[in-house]
């Protein structure tokens, strides 16, 4: 996970048995300190899909790993990544006021 700090990459972490409704993975996407953050969310027979919203961000878009995202769904903070990605290992879930 570290390593993603300074290199480009994706990391998934899948839950195995996840239960429905609810999370079953999660994922960071990375490139040149700009950071995607999704959660993949099952409801019944449906899944959408939660990510993290930056409030200081303008509409604009930005290329990360040759995808276009919108700059309110990035964020520059490794802290928070690390963060959000140790609540969901140990709860399996982040509320969902970080990834809506």
């Not at 769904?73 to 709860?91: A, P």
């Amino acid at each position: 996970m570290v390593k993603l700090e300074k290199q480009s990459g994706t990391l998934c972490l899948d839950v195995v048995d996840a239960p429905n409704p609810g999370p079953v993975s999660m994922q960071v996407i990375a490139e040149s300190g700009k950071y995607v953050i999704t959660i993949l969310q099952a409801i019944e027979r449906d899944t959408f899909v939660r990510t993290y919203t930056n409030p200081s961000a303008t509409a604009e878009m930005v290329e990360v790993l040759g995808d276009r995202w919108d700059a309110r769904q990035l964020t520059r903070d490794f802290d928070l990544v690390l963060n959000l990605f140790k609540m969901f290992s140990e709860t399996g879930d982040v509320p969902a006021a970080l990834l809506s």
